[in-house]
């Protein structure tokens, strides 16, 4: 890309970190240092503040630039990402939100240790979360990399790893500064900004086919290479019988993953009561749904008038789709229009990137503190809630230590996986999420003889699987594509673990409890089960 391209979405990602540690800088001055408002903003952010939090939080750099690049690669077998991604909320809507923000305080781990032994189902959680968010994390870590290294005309390996650093950096400060309330307000800024962007991109592309949709997906399957092929399903999951059921194990990751990610199960208790959870997520579920209508529109955009040829050129796993079609959009490389309108794309996936890792961070250093330090320090196993406030004060010390250990090993990690596409990168932070944290949420939610032992199972039963089967799979190592490409110790077929590590996460919960010898305490099945329900008690 040129020096004017390089200049102006400089200048206004500059402008955009600039504000948001204004931001940062404003809430930190005006912070209490308390566990309650670090982790979770107070509670004082409205319905539709968190709905467009949430919606920050989770349209990632995934949904603007991977989503995209998959259906500009792959035409419709791209689009069970956007439609996974947002009939996901449906499981959050109506299984999740009110009872999670009515039995917890601040982590996933709150909502089960409500009936249970608390350190080991804390220390199992606790660690979950943490493998999860890493995860994901290196997802966006991934798609800053390759942005910067469009942005500044190459692939340079020190570009990306100094990109990758950089904005490491930026969200362990905005952690640590600003905690829970700075985050929310970047999230804030953030969707309305990529809400804007895309809306913009969506109208410039329909307006070049005239508001003729079948002229545009006419036109991506004529420039695909693949011809009617390309509006059909099987182009990327049809081959083999390996090919299909990464397909299903795909779709049970997305389905399922939302509900057991630990940055979007916190954004619930930034509200004061359970309706306003709820109302948080009808708000969430508008603005997302929209956003992947629209990434729809950008996908086969890309395919139709850059071609998937030039976007594979750009990058192989398609995650430079939007930025290039924005270029095209605007009149093509060179011109003043095509300079702008990359910029600001350019400038609102890095704005993106920022906001969705700081959530992150936040989320997985409140899982560090609040479970795994917190339940080691207390022999006793003190109940969380009772905690004091110097205990309290501790705790958010180490969250804020536990933000930048997290942010290194996340940035070791994007490192070796440059090459990966961002949504299949999620994809499978979604499996490990479906797998760990899912099944011991309705087990402790619904299931009245659950025991400490079937809550501890059901974590490992689904964590373990799943990551020990991602790094046996084809995404680590046996193909070109592969995080290690010049090895092969792959013996698992499928590059997405979920069809075979979500069952197994279920199936350990229910084992661990038929066989433990503990018996299940009714009266705190009965307290979690009014609280939840009612929101007596709620904190």
């Not at 309650?36 to 750099?61: H, T």
């Not at 439609?83 to 709150?110: H, I, P, Q, S, Y």
């Not at 993106?352 to 992150?360: E, M, N, R, S, W």
Request: overall charge positive.
């Amino acid at each position: 890309m040129n020096g004017d391209h390089q200049t102006l979405a400089l200048v206004l990602f500059s402008a955009f970190v600039a504000v948001t540690l204004g931001i940062t800088t404003w809430v930190s001055r005006h912070r209490r240092g308390s566990a309650e408002e670090f982790y979770a903003g107070g509670r004082l952010f409205s319905p539709m503040e968190n709905g467009f939090a949430i919606a920050g939080d989770y349209m990632s750099a995934a949904s603007f630039l991977g989503i995209s690049g998959v259906i500009a690669l792959f035409g419709y077998d791209g689009l069970l990402y956007s439609v996974g991604f947002l009939v996901a909320w449906l499981v959050v809507l109506f299984l999740v939100a009110e009872l999670v923000r009515n039995c917890g305080r601040f982590t996933l781990a709150d909502v089960i240790a409500a009936r249970m032994r608390e350190r080991p189902v804390r220390i199992a959680a606790g660690t979950s979360s943490v493998t999860v968010s890493v995860l994901y994390l290196v997802a966006q870590m991934v798609g800053a990399g390759s942005l910067v290294a469009l942005l500044l005309g190459g692939t340079s390996g020190a570009a990306r790893a100094w990109t990758v650093i950089g904005v490491g950096t930026l969200m362990v400060v905005y952690v640590s500064l600003g905690g829970m309330r700075a985050t929310t307000w970047i999230q804030i800024v953030k969707a309305v900004l990529l809400m804007a962007g895309a809306l913009a991109l969506t109208v410039l592309v329909l307006a070049r086919f005239h508001g003729n949709v079948d002229a545009l997906l006419t036109s991506a399957a004529a420039h695909s290479g693949h011809g009617r092929e390309f509006l059909a399903p099987g182009l990327k999951y049809g081959g083999d019988w390996t090919a299909r059921f990464d397909f299903i194990s795909l779709g049970l990751a997305l389905v399922l993953g939302t509900a057991g990610l630990p940055h979007i199960l916190s954004r619930f208790y930034t509200v004061p009561t359970a309706r306003a959870a709820r109302r948080s997520v009808v708000w969430s579920i508008g603005l997302i749904g929209s956003f992947y209508l629209m990434t729809i529109v950008l996908g086969f955009g890309a395919a139709a008038l850059v071609g998937p040829d030039a976007v594979r050129a750009s990058n192989a796993a398609g995650n430079t789709a939007v930025p290039l079609l924005a270029l095209d959009l605007g009149g093509g490389a060179g011109s003043t229009g095509g300079t702008v309108l990359f910029a600001v794309v350019a400038a609102v996936a890095f704005a993106t990137i920022l906001a969705v890792v700081a959530g992150i961070t936040l989320a997985s250093s409140a899982s560090v503190a609040h479970d795994l330090y917190a339940s080691m320090r207390r022999k006793q196993a003190k109940p969380a809630a009772q905690a004091d406030e110097a205990e309290q004060r501790g705790e958010v010390a180490v969250a804020r230590v536990a933000a930048a250990g997290i942010g290194a090993v996340a940035i070791g990690l994007s490192l070796l996986a440059q090459n990966l596409n961002v949504a299949f990168l999620v994809g499978l932070a979604f499996a490990v999420a479906a797998s760990a944290n899912l099944p011991v949420l309705l087990y402790s939610l619904f299931w009245r003889n659950f025991t400490t032992r079937g809550a501890v199972w059901s974590v490992y039963g689904g964590l373990i699987p799943a990551v020990l089967l991602v790094v046996l799979s084809p995404v680590v190592s046996g193909g070109p594509e592969a995080i290690f490409p010049g090895a092969d110790f792959h013996v698992f077929p499928l590059q997405n673990p979920g069809v075979v590590s979500i069952p197994l996460g279920f199936l350990a919960g229910w084992i661990g409890t038929v066989t433990s010898s503990e018996p299940p305490d009714a009266a705190k099945h009965a307290e979690a089960e009014v609280r939840s329900l009612t929101g007596a008690g709620a904190v």
